[in-house]
């Protein structure tokens, strides 16, 4: 049973302004943000809250969102298609990749690309979806996908 934080509204106004600083967009519906020990940022419905979590042994509740690290929030899978679902036209820091960069992507491959000098998170799209979030950091696009994920057949 792992220890869930509720997020403050201070906590979730910094968190905003970094999703937003860094993507142009923060989900504007109202959850609850929960922080488990290993920084991992979780959405629930507001509706759950009346129910005293404490008392509840769960292993995982909520949307998988994000995760803190080094001070930086880093968008999960879901978290990524949340904000393309909400906000395709307001995003930045997109980056579209062709069918050669995806193969490579999901075989666990990090990706050279020039997209500036600027270290940061990017969000991973291929088409008309978004499906990932990756750091950038010197020409290279550092793969985070989880090896559970990866595979050769997905074209």
């Not at 020990?37 to 404490?54: A, G, P, Q, S, T």
């Not at 899978?77 to 909400?86: C, M, R, S, V």
């Not at 906000?87 to 020039?114: H, P, Q, R, T």
């Not at 990017?122 to 994920?149: M, Q, R, S, W």
């Amino acid at each position: 049973m792992q220890k869930l934080k509720i997020f403050n509204t201070r906590e979730i106004k910094r968190l905003r302004e970094q999703i937003t600083e860094e993507f142009g967009y923060f989900p504007e519906s109202d959850y609850v943000y929960l922080q488990n020990e290993k920084d991992k940022i979780f959405l629930i419905n507001k509706d759950l809250v009346r129910i005293d979590i404490k008392k509840l042994r769960v292993d995982k509740i909520g949307l998988y969102f994000a995760e803190i690290k080094n001070g930086n929030a880093r968008l999960s899978k879901e978290g990524a298609q949340l904000l393309y679902k909400e906000a395709k036209n307001k995003l930045k820091n997109i980056v579209e990749l062709d069918d050669k960069e995806m193969k490579d992507y999901f075989s666990g491959i990090d990706l050279n690309k020039e997209l500036g000098e600027e270290n940061r998170f990017v969000l991973l799209k291929y088409k008309e979806d978004v499906f990932g979030c990756a750091k950038y950091k010197e020409n290279t696009i550092i793969n985070f996908l989880p090896k559970i994920h990866r595979g050769e057949v997905i074209l």
